[in-house]
Structures are given as C-alpha cells and as structure tokens.
C-alpha cells in the first residue's frame, strides 16, 4: 500500500519540467509507448495515471486518463483528462497517433491542418 502524499513524492522527484510547453515530463521507466510507468504496491501503473490520482483522485474502473498535450511522457495534472476507452480512441484517430493506420489513407482534415501550421509556424 502507499500514502497518498508519498506517490507524489516519489512523481515530483522523477519529472523535468519542459519550459516551453510546461509538460512534466518523467525521467524513470517507459513502458514501449513512452508512457511513464512506476511501481506501486506490486504492479506497475502508468506515471500519467497516478500523477491524476495523487491530485484529483481515483479514476473509475474502465475510465482512462488521457492528455491533452498528446505528450505520453507528461504527468502534468493541467494537460491530463479522464475520458473513456471509446474516447481515448477517438482522440488517438483524431491525432493520428495510431500505428495501424492504413498507408494513403488520408490523415483526419484536423491533423492534416495542425501539422502545415506546424509546418508553416517553422518556415515563417
Ligand atoms: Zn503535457
């Protein structure tokens, strides 16, 4: 078991702090994803995950914890949300963070637009 104040603790001490963007962003194990992962009890629980619990609370079974910065690393509370398996999957399509996504398939318009004005934001 663990106490509540000593997970965040343990959270606080393993982040850097990315300036710019204000992400937290952990520096211990990752799981293949880049999803920070730590060891509480006897199983390991996702970084993001816990860093929600230690400042909001549980998250109901079946709910997931997801980010709004699209950084899977961040543990910042202010850049997490608690959506559904059907919304996180949702969001992922939206992103187009998922791998199996068919080649020339054509990207979500909302992608395809935030990346040229990523594109142009770096050529202006
Ligand atoms: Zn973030």
């Known amino acids: ?3 509540r104040g000593d997970l965040r603790t343990r959270l606080l001490a393993k982040i ?17 994803k880049g999803y920070g992962v730590l060891r509480v009890g006897d199983g390991n629980v ?4 816990a860093s ?10 079946g709910q997931c914890v997801l980010h709004r910065c699209d950084v899977p690393a961040c ?3 202010d850049h997490l949300f608690v959506g ?7 969001d ?16 979500p318009r909302e992608v395809v637009e935030r990346r040229t004005a990523t ?3 770096r050529s202006a």
């Not at 559904?84 to 949702?90: E, G, V």
């Not at 992922?92 to 990207?107: A, S, Y």
């Open 46 to 49: 996702y970084a993001h995950r």
């Open 75 to 77: 543990i910042n509370p």
């Open 92 to 107: 992922m399509l939206r992103k187009g963070r998922n791998r199996g996504w068919p080649k020339g398939r054509p990207f």
């Open 16 to 32: 850097a702090v990315d300036p710019i963007t204000g992400c937290w962003l952990w520096k211990a194990a990752k799981n293949n």
């Open 84 to 90: 559904s398996h059907a919304d996180n999957t949702a």
């Open 1 to 3: 078991m663990y106490v």
């Open 52 to 61: 929600w619990v230690t400042h909001f609370g549980e998250v109901k079974t």
């Open 119 to 121: 594109r142009l934001r």
